[in-house]
């Protein structure tokens, strides 16, 4: 018997796809720094994690499709916090998903048809090619590049790749995998083509809370006049720490749109209840949590950047948002180099795993030479994380017969 078509062709994950050789280098008893994914070491609000304890009902049952009412009605509340208005739970103007991934998927299938076309800038976080082969959809990339700290190209430039079966752009911001940040002058730059084209913008904002430099994130829904097109994706697994908590939404002020969302919604019957009851508890966290965060994320930043700019022939710009840094290395193929990492190198026992950017490109070719590296360890691992790497890196372009 044969696979279907989108079995053989969806792509592994950049990300993941390594873990086999990961776990063989554990089985040696070499210990690893994970730089490889973006899964934080930061505590999850107190807050969350007394309602798992404490939930004492004695069904677990279902909620409503469309998420807890409670829950939205925070939600409302937290983006009030953030400049975005919205309606009440009632105008079905928020639908919580499971994770930001589902609520991109159900995006994907409001907006488009089989074969149609959705521009992103790459690079981009790599599961959007699962969800795309899974709805049909067929990705542009829009190629930004390191140099510029992966800055939107022209309005004619994204306008170029703008055909029949375009249906909507897709842009996450900050950015996984580069950890740009776009301006106000930016968001407003897509705004304006997905109205003059009569597009939808899906705008990926689940890293809203790591920015700095003293910069603001502008969301979509910040911008006047594109309520009908703009698609606004979240998810908390970030903004507390709870990646294992598979809680997000999408907000759309178009009631159509939101409507047809819905039924896709029923159809996988409801959300995950007891971690939207430990996200809404999380509503409420103070201030000073994502204040101490950021500060954190900011010293881990610094020590990344400050250690790749002293290894020779690295190229990088500093991020300015995310917990994400990608670096152009001296080398051809950073995928090998990644796998050499976990199959021959070790110092005193420990290794480290980086994410290979070829798989965050659609463009064929495009970063062979990159890698993503998150900052997602505290500062003493981090230091010795890129100990490692340096020392690596110099190892391997020596055995690759380059000058160190």
Avoid at 196 to 218: K, M, P
Avoid at 272 to 297: G, K, S
């Amino acid at each position: 018997m044969n696979l279907s078509e989108r079995a053989r062709n969806v792509q592994a994950s950049p990300i993941r796809k390594l873990k086999p050789f990961a776990d063989a280098a554990k089985a040696r008893g070499t210990h690893i720094y994970h730089l490889n994914i973006g899964q934080p070491d930061i505590a999850t609000p107190r807050q969350m994690l007394d309602v798992y304890a404490q939930y004492d009902d004695t069904v677990l049952g279902y909620g409503p499709a469309q998420g807890l009412d409670d829950y939205r009605r925070n939600l409302i509340r937290y983006y009030k916090r953030h400049g975005i208005m919205l309606a009440d739970v009632d105008n079905n103007e928020i639908i919580v998903t499971t994770a930001g991934s589902e609520a991109i998927v159900f995006a994907m299938l409001v907006t488009c048809n089989q074969d149609d076309e959705i521009i992103v800038p790459e690079p981009f976080y790599t599961n959007y090619n699962g969800f795309a082969m899974q709805t049909g959809v067929r990705l542009v990339p829009l190629t930004t590049h390191l140099e510029n700290g992966f800055a939107l190209p022209s309005r004619q430039a994204i306008e170029a790749l703008i055909g029949p079966r375009t249906k909507a752009i897709l842009f996450c911001n900050p950015g996984n995998p580069t950890g740009a940040v776009y301006t106000a002058e930016e968001v407003q730059r897509l705004a304006d083509i997905a109205l003059a084209h009569n597009l939808y913008i899906i705008s990926d904002e689940v890293y809203r809370e790591f920015i700095y430099d003293g910069a603001r994130h502008t969301s979509i829904l910040h911008i006047e006049g594109i309520e009908r097109h703009a698609i606004m994706v979240d998810s908390i697994s970030k903004r507390y720490s709870a990646c294992g908590a598979r809680v997000g939404c999408m907000v759309c002020r178009n009631r159509e749109l939101m409507d047809a969302a819905l039924k896709f919604a029923q159809a996988r019957l409801c959300p995950p209840t007891i971690d939207q009851l430990a996200a809404n508890a999380a509503i409420d966290v103070e201030e000073e949590y994502f204040v101490e965060v950021l500060t954190e994320y900011d010293k881990r930043r610094n020590i990344v950047f400050d250690a790749l700019q002293k290894i020779d022939g690295v190229v990088c710009r500093k991020p300015g948002g995310a917990f994400y840094v990608i670096a152009k290395l001296p080398i051809e193929d950073s995928e090998d180099f990644a796998l050499w990492l976990l199959d021959k190198f070790e110092m005193n026992g420990k290794t480290v795993m980086v994410a290979p950017c070829e798989g965050f490109y659609a463009t064929p070719g495009l970063g062979k030479d990159e890698v993503r590296i998150a900052y997602v360890l505290n500062e003493e691992a981090l230091h010795d994380a890129m100990k490692l790497f340096a020392t690596a890196l110099h190892q391997y372009r020596k055995m690759q017969g380059r000058r160190p």
